[in-house]
């Protein structure tokens, strides 16, 4: 499958621990994307990258989040010191962005996190 | 700043016939639409996408979709519908500007196709 993985698909943690999410998008995708989905809601844009470099954080992403990518390929979001308020569905996605590209983005099926 | 509103948390349409989903939206210049359907357990999936040109744009699964600038709307259709389609539907839109924007998505409108 050449889509979009995400690594783990879910994840039970206790609040004040740390989490990791990994996610590989399409190989020739340059850009990529991490939302947050909660019930009842659209995803919520968090953070994205083109290539390597974070081109743009949302205020959703407070300092407890950091997200890197460091070779341009696969990402990592960290949530330090969780929160209950941070369970939720975290999404990835990739698209090919040139000039004048639409956006359309590939989403992964999302890591979904439960904090006790 | 750019933002969708799906007015139904809910449609639901008897298996052959027509439906819509509805989608308004605000931003400022001329936006891309999108129309994106999760399914139980899945990522969200593409459906079909208005960037310029026919307001009709027709996609994936015998979707289209009709984009009304005077309404600022992008209504979801199909002619017939079939119980698969019942899943969660998202409309999300994009300003275009220098550098580029990220999506910004519905709350979603779930559809229930009854056989």
């Known amino acids: 499958d050449t889509g979009v993985s995400q690594d783990p698909r879910h994840k039970i943690t206790k609040r004040g621990q740390n989490v990791t999410f990994r996610c590989d998008p399409i190989?020739?995708?340059?850009?990529l994307y991490w939302y947050r989905q909660t019930l009842g809601q659209g995803p919520e844009f968090l953070t994205y990258?083109?290539?390597?470099?974070?081109?743009?954080k949302s205020r959703l992403l407070s300092d407890r989040f950091s997200a890197e990518r460091p070779k341009g390929s696969f990402s990592t979001l960290e949530i330090q010191r969780t929160e209950q308020g941070d369970s939720a569905m975290y999404l990835c996605?990739?698209?090919?962005?040139?000039?004048?590209?639409?956006?359309?983005?590939?989403f992964g099926e999302g890591s979904r996190l439960t904090v006790l | 700043a750019q933002s969708v509103a799906q007015p139904e948390d809910q449609v639901k349409v008897a298996e052959g016939n027509p439906l819509t989903v509805k989608c308004t939206y605000s931003?400022?210049?001329?936006?891309?639409l999108f129309w994106y359907v999760q399914y139980p357990n899945r990522g969200l999936q593409f459906l079909l996408k208005?960037?310029?040109?026919?307001?009709l744009v027709k996609g994936s699964y015998g979707f289209e979709a009709e984009f009304n600038k005077s309404q600022t709307s992008f209504h979801l259709k199909k002619p017939s519908a079939l119980v698969s389609d019942s899943a969660l539907y998202f409309c999300?839109?994009?300003?275009?500007?220098?550098?580029?924007?990220?999506?910004?998505f519905g709350k979603g409108t779930r559809l229930s196709v009854i056989a």
């Open positions: 996605a990739s698209s090919l962005w040139t000039s004048g590209e639409s956006g359309e983005l590939f």
């Open positions: 190989s020739e995708h340059n850009r």
């Open positions: 990258f083109q290539n390597e470099a974070q081109l743009e």
């Open positions: 931003v400022s210049g001329n936006p891309y």
């Open positions: 208005y960037i310029t040109g026919d307001n």
């Open positions: 999300a839109v994009r300003e275009p500007r220098s550098g580029n924007t990220p999506l910004v």
